[in-house]
């Protein structure tokens, strides 16, 4: 049994699999992880019984959010004794949407942007490019693949800030704007090998806030993060 679950953006999900089906999904509905968390998991070990796997997006997101996730995965892990499958958060969503080419953005800050785009052919995700950290007001050198006529541009940066998709890429098509689940994670997770707990932290796939900055006064017409 697989329990896989997410604090990207504060709040949390989780789901159980088994044989590559969900058994159940459930979220905090909004509510912050550091308060829902460890109810929802603990609903769900004792309802479905201890996991053989874990599996939980390490990063890029919410920095309190991933310490709470990962800080949870660490500890299930130390105590079941079981394998824990660390996936990047915006692989996850690009697996969630299904097949297609996905460029993934999640809002960090509001001046910041996590991006990154990937590719899904037959549920196998591969990475075009990784997830990295730009500053909104910088034009970052996308993968040539994200101008192509197939590729999608998703995530909650859509709805977050508005147009900027658009001005990073022009002629760029709308997608999903919603965010990633424990669903895209359990569906990662298989294609993501498995480590011991002592090995999982948090990938905040980012600059310090003031490399960002003089990276934006050094070169305010664009750069490449």
């Given amino acids: 049994m697989l329990l896989a679950f997410e604090c990207v953006a504060r709040s949390a999900s989780a789901c159980v699999m088994a044989d590559g089906r969900e058994i159940v999904f459930r979220d905090l509905a909004g509510d912050e992880a550091e308060r829902g968390l460890v109810a929802l998991l603990d609903s769900l070990i004792r309802e479905h019984g201890k996991p053989t796997a874990i599996a939980v997006a390490h990063g890029p997101g919410s920095f309190t959010g991933l310490r ?35 460029w993934v953005l999640l809002p960090l800050k509001k001046d910041t942007t996590f991006h990154g785009l990937f590719q899904v052919v037959d549920g196998q995700l591969t ?21 192509s006529a197939g590729a999608i541009a998703i995530g909650p940066a859509l709805t977050a800030k508005p147009g900027l998709a658009e001005r990073w890429c022009p002629g760029i098509r709308l997608g999903d704007p919603a965010a990633v689940t424990a669903r ?15 090995a999982v932290l948090p990938e905040y796939r980012q600059q310090p806030a003031p490399v960002l900055q003089r990276q934006h006064e050094q070169h305010p017409a664009g750069a490449q993060q």
């Fill in 127 to 147: 990475t075009m490019a990784e997830s990295v950290a730009t500053l909104d007001a910088i034009t970052p050198t996308l993968h040539p693949a994200t101008f």
């Fill in 68 to 102: 709470i996730g990962i800080t949870a995965a660490r500890t299930l892990a130390w105590i079941e004794q079981v394998p824990v499958h660390a996936v990047d958060a915006l692989a996850a969503l690009a697996m969630e949407r299904g097949d297609g080419l996905w």
């Fill in 184 to 198: 895209g994670v359990a569906r990662l997770a298989p294609q993501t090998t498995p480590t011991e707990w002592s």
